[in-house]
């Protein structure tokens, strides 16, 4: 098993910024890939980005392109987003989830860290 854990939420200002942390424990060798995903209220999760754990190849959703950025710390099992110029519309609970090698799903996932944007 795999167990997700992210930190570094909190409240910001509007153009502020945030690095949010999702640290993996666990049988973490299964990992293949890693997401970040937000979900606002009365909103569907929302896919952000997504890291793969080997080669550290990224991929990002137009609504956070340029903003956000995803790494990886393999030594410590870490994934980050770094989030900048932040809008009160990226206010939201912010989860980061696993995927496994040779699956399309995400099956891991964290509790989420909650990001709220004041104006």
């Known amino acids: 098993q795999v167990q997700l854990v992210e930190s570094g939420g909190g409240l910001v200002q509007a153009g502020g910024s945030l690095r949010l942390s999702c640290a993996a424990s666990g049988r973490t060798s299964s990992i293949y890939a890693v997401g970040w995903f937000r979900q606002a209220p009365g909103k569907a999760r929302e896919w952000l980005a997504t890291i793969t754990w080997s080669s550290g190849s990224a991929a990002y959703a137009d609504s956070v392109k340029g903003r956000f950025t995803i790494s990886r710390d393999n030594a410590n099992n870490t994934v980050y987003l770094q989030m900048n110029s932040l809008k009160p519309e990226d206010t939201a609970v912010y989860y980061c989830?696993?995927?496994?090698?040779?699956?399309?799903?995400?099956?891991?996932w964290g509790q989420g860290t909650r990001v709220t944007v004041s104006s």
């Open positions: 989830a696993g995927r496994r090698i040779g699956m399309a799903t995400f099956v891991y």
